[in-house]
């Protein structure tokens, strides 16, 4: 099977302004509180996807997909705290039936090394590079009916 969607995050409404209290250090600091606040300037993007779903023989179920959708912040409002986010999503997936009451799903998550320069003059940081990849997995156990 495969499957296309098209799907729209209003992240221009999300939020309109980052702020960051910290206070009270582990560890000696050249200060014992700090507040920084700044514009967070997003758009709402559509994230455009394809999947790929194929039954085995056996009754498992192999699965791939990819995402993209342009960047989300502008780089005027990055900041050491936000993390950036990628442009792309790749996956790859492994359902099967474990007995007959359970169910097994697998996924594997990759976004690529994606970097940024950047300024952003609300913040005292000057001239900085936010960098961002994610390698992550995804379990999920389900009961049959």
């Known amino acids: 099977a495969i499957a296309i969607e098209a799907n729209w995050s209003d992240w221009a409404g999300a939020t309109r302004r980052l702020k960051i209290n910290a206070s009270n250090p582990d560890a000696p600091a050249p200060v014992n509180t700090l507040s920084q606040s700044s514009s967070l300037k997003m758009h709402s993007r559509i994230v455009y996807s394809l999947g790929i779903e194929k039954a085995l023989a056996s009754g498992d179920v192999v699965r791939a ?12 409002s ?3 705290t936000f993390a950036l986010t990628p442009q792309h999503d790749y996956a790859l997936g492994y359902g099967t039936k474990l007995n ?3 169910l097994m799903n697998i996924a594997f998550a990759y976004q690529p090394r994606k970097s940024v320069q950047y300024n952003n003059t609300e913040l005292p940081f000057g001239d900085s590079v936010e ?6 997995v995804h379990f999920t156990f389900s009961k049959l009916p």
């Open 100 to 102: 007959a009451n359970w």
């Open 65 to 76: 997909g990819y995402s993209y959708h342009s960047l989300i912040i502008d780089k005027d």
């Open 78 to 80: 990055l900041s050491p």
């Open 131 to 136: 960098t961002n990849e994610s390698f992550s």
